[in-house]
C-alpha cells in the first residue's frame, strides 16, 4: 500500500534564516536553472533516478517523476539576514557565481530582501549587522518571526512554507534544563534565558507556525526535547544538522570502502583553508568546537572501534580549520590518512579537494527543502532520518546511533521514497534472479 500524499499545488515559499553565500548561491541557482542557464547538478530531486522492482523490469524513472514533488517554477524565496543586502548584492559580495551570470538573474534577486534578524553576539562573535529586531523579549521576537511568516505567505500567495537554516554556526552549548520541555522553553523565551540561541528561536517560530525546519549548520537548534516534541505534536517533519559538503563528504565515502575491506586506519589529519564568512565565523573558538564536535563524530560511527579494536581502537583524528580571506569560498581541504593493510603494513592515502562550498551547499538545500515539502504532505512527523543523506550529524531517535556510511543513507532515502509509494523495497539481495 502506498500512503496518501497530498498533492503539491499551488506555491512552496523557502525562508532561510541566513541570506548569505550558501542561501544566495541556492536561490540564484534555482532561477539559472528556470531560465536555462545551467544544470541543476549535485541535486538528487532533479537528476536522479530511483530503481524499482527487477533488475530485469527496467523501470528506473526520475524521482522528481516518482514522488509527487513541487516544481521549481513554485517556489519563491524569502528569509532574514543582519545584513540589509538584498539576495542580489548578498551574492555579488558573496563571490561565488560570476557576475555574467548573475545579472541574468538579477531582477529575481533583488526583490528577495532580507527581513530583521534575531541575533545574539554570544552566539555568533565575529560578525555583526544592523538588520536586526532588537525589541523586547525573545518570545516577542519568536513572535515577530511568526508575523514575517504570515505576511510573506500572504504577500507571495503561497500555500505551504518550510524553512532551513542557511545561518552561520553557533558557539557550542549543550541541552540545558530550558530545552527539556515546551513549558521551560517558553518561559525561557519569556525570562530571555541565555541558554535559548537564536536558531531555537527560529526553529520555535517555525514548529508554531505549522512550517517544516531543517538545520544545515551544527548548530544544536531543534535537536532538544521541547522542540523534538512540538514538531511531533504538531505532526511536523523536521532534519538536520549541517550541510554534508566537504571534507566530511569524502570521509563518507572512504572510510565505507576501509572498513568493508578490512583495512586498519591508526590516523587522519584534516585541515581546511576558507575565506568566505563561514570560515571567517569559525575563527571563534566557540563555533569552531560546534563544527568540530559534527566532524569528529563520523569517523567513529562508521568505522565502529568498539566492533574492530584491531583495526581502529587507536585511531587518531584531528580537524583544523584556517581562515584564509584570499580563497574566499573556494575552499580547500588536505587529508593525510595513514592506512595498513595485510600482516600490519602500512600505507598512505593524500587528499587535496579543491572545493566549492556553496556549490556543493546549494543542491542539498534544494533537495532537503524539496523532500521536507514531501514529507509534510506525506503527514511524516519528527526527525526525518532518510534525509541523513545531505546532513555531517544526522538527527535521529534519542538514543540511536546515527548512520553515517553514505551508501546506507542513499540506500535508506530511496527506499522511503519506494515505501511512500508502495514499492518494493530493494534489499539486493539477487538470489530471484538464480533460482
Known sequence: MSIKIAPAKGKLGILTPGIGAVATTFMAGVEA????????????????TVRLGKRTDNRVPKIKDFVPLAGLNQLVFGGWDIFEDNAYE????????????????????????????VFDKNYVKRIDGPNVKTKGSLRDKAEELMVDMQTFKKSNGCDRLVMIWCGSTESFHKPAKVHQTLESF???????DPDIAPSQVYAYAALMSGVPFANGAPNLTHDIPALLGLARDRSLPVCGKDFKTGQTYMKTLLAPGLKARMLGCNGWFSTNILGNRDGEVLEDPGSFKTKEETKLSVLDQILQPNLYPELYKDLYHAVR??????????????????????????????????????????????????FLDLAHRAGMKGVQEWLSF????????????????????LMKLKNTLRWMRGEDLITHLGLEYYD
Open 33 to 48: 536553472v528556470k531560465k536555462g542557464l545551467g544544470e541543476p547538478v549535485g541535486s538528487l530531486t532533479q537528476l536522479g
Open 90 to 117: 548578498a551574492a555579488a559580495n558573496a563571490r561565488v557565481l560570476q557576475p555574467e551570470l548573475l545579472r541574468k538573474v538579477k531582477p529575481n534577486l533583488q526583490k528577495i530582501k532580507p527581513m530583521k534578524a
Open 186 to 192: 517558553e518561559k525561557g523565551l519569556a525570562k530571555n
Open 321 to 370: 580549520i584556517n581562515y584564509y580571506p584570499p580563497r574566499g569560498d573556494e575552499k580547500e581541504g588536505w587529508d593525510n590518512i595513514d592506512i595498513f593493510g595485510w600482516l600490519g603494513y602500512p600505507m598512505q592515502i593524500k587528499i587535496d579537494f579543491l572545493c566549492r562550498d556553496s556549490i556543493l551547499a546549494a543542491p542539498l538545500v534544494l533537495d532537503l527543502v524539496l
Open 390 to 409: 545531505y546532513f555531517k550529524a544526522p538527527m535521529t531517535a534519542p538514543g540511536l546511533y546515527p548512520e553515517h556510511d553514505i551508501f546506507i543513507q
